[in-house]
């Protein structure tokens, strides 16, 4: 079966660290890797995707994820969080098939001033 | 920029009615989805549609229905709403698979609470 298995559901972080949310996916949603971010009382949007090519991925506020096969990991990573990255993030996958993606329950980053 | 647009952001009714949900897209897109999003429990699909007149179930469809007779619009129904029914309601679409990765974008949520 397709999953996505995000395997923190809270990170607590103080501000200027470093943060690494932790995204495991199964090989049939491989193709096409996502994260998502949502801000209290929004939907949520893009942050960065991997499609094909480099492994490594960024998105434009200084966030990367490294796609990394044999471990089947999307992890999410940014050098120095900032108060406002405060937010719950979402790992996604899905296949070449036009089917829905998978989503990961969610990690809800909380960064500490 | 893709607008995915929900038609309530907070929506209050009674056990027993009929509720309507509204999803618009503006970017043609010929998928498009309804999520319903609780605490600790994710995103959990209700039904999904390919295209016009066209829905597919998906991981908890009872209790809702869905409409979709014009491309842009997809609306989710809950036939008779019940409490267990309150919940943040997400409206997603996509285009098919091709070089972009289908990516999905969304509305910014219904949050709706049955009294």
């Known amino acids: 079966a397709q999953s996505v298995t995000q395997l923190d559901s809270q990170v607590p972080v103080f501000e200027e660290a470093p943060v690494e949310l932790r995204c495991n996916y199964s090989s049939s949603v491989s193709v096409y890797l996502f994260w998502y971010v949502q801000y209290p009382n929004q939907g949520l949007q893009l942050l960065l995707k991997?499609?094909?090519?480099?492994?490594l991925v960024e998105s434009i506020n200084g966030f990367e994820a490294e796609f990394n096969k044999s471990q089947t990991s999307f992890h999410l990573r940014k050098p120095s969080v900032h108060i406002s990255d405060t937010a719950e993030y979402f790992c996604a996958g899905g296949n070449s098939g036009n089917t829905p993606l998978v989503f990961g329950k969610g990690t809800r980053l909380s960064v500490i001033a | 920029d893709v607008k995915v647009t929900q038609s309530s952001r907070y929506l209050v009714k009674r056990t027993g009615e009929k509720v309507f949900l509204e999803c618009v897209q503006d970017m043609d897109h010929e998928n498009m989805f309804w999520y319903r999003q609780d605490p600790g429990l994710g995103l959990r699909l209700i039904y999904f549609s390919y295209d016009v007149k066209m829905k597919e179930k998906g991981d908890i469809p009872e209790g809702y229905s869905v409409s979709r007779e014009k491309k842009e619009r997809f609306s989710l129904i809950l036939e008779s709403a019940s409490t267990n029914q309150t919940s943040m309601y997400l409206c997603a679409s996509s285009p098919p698979p091709d070089r972009r990765g289908r990516a999905q974008h969304f509305g910014d949520g219904t949050r709706l609470s049955i009294l």
């Open positions: 991997y499609l094909s090519g480099s492994t």
